[in-house]
């Protein structure tokens, strides 16, 4: 199947031009094409404390138990280091940060 997919691009003359990052902006758009739902807001209603003290340390089902750090500039911190690492995504952000126990 592949193989029919690498003829069928054969017939084309095209030229593939790397694109550093901050001339890139087509995947950045299409990551922002559609709004992100926030549930953890949606869960905690009125009471963000509680949704809070449940977030810091639940048992998981893959880890035993997991940390979400309570100080929002730690948490952006976190953010931006995996961040800088590449721009592959949201889910790569998210599964990256994932894999360290962080949620």
Same mark, same amino acid.
């Given at each position: /199947?592949?193989?029919?997919? !690498?003829?069928?691009?054969?017939?084309?003359? !095209?030229?593939?031009?790397?694109?550093? =990052?901050?001339?890139?902006?087509? $995947?950045?758009?299409?990551?922002?094409?559609?709004?992100?739902?926030? %549930?953890?807001?949606? *869960?905690? =209603?009125? +009471? %963000? @404390?509680?949704?809070? #003290?449940?977030?810091?340390? *639940? %048992?998981?089902?893959?880890?035993?138990?997991? /940390?979400? $750090?309570?100080? %929002?500039?730690? #948490? +952006?911190?976190?953010?931006?280091?995996? @961040?800088? +690492? =590449?721009?592959? =995504?949201?889910?790569?952000?998210? @599964?990256?940060?994932?894999? +360290?126990?962080?949620?």
């Amino acid at each position: /199947m592949l193989i029919n997919w !690498f003829d069928t691009l054969l017939q084309y003359d !095209f030229k593939v031009v790397h694109l550093p =990052g901050v001339d890139n902006i087509l $995947p950045d758009t299409l990551s922002r094409l559609y709004e992100i739902e926030d %549930p953890v807001n949606e *869960l905690g =209603g009125d +009471k %963000p @404390h509680l949704l809070n #003290r449940a977030a810091v340390k *639940l %048992p998981s089902e893959d880890k035993g138990e997991y /940390m979400t $750090p309570s100080d %929002p500039e730690e #948490r +952006k911190l976190l953010l931006l280091r995996e @961040h800088i +690492k =590449g721009h592959f =995504g949201s889910d790569a952000i998210y @599964h990256a940060l994932k894999r +360290k126990g962080i949620y």
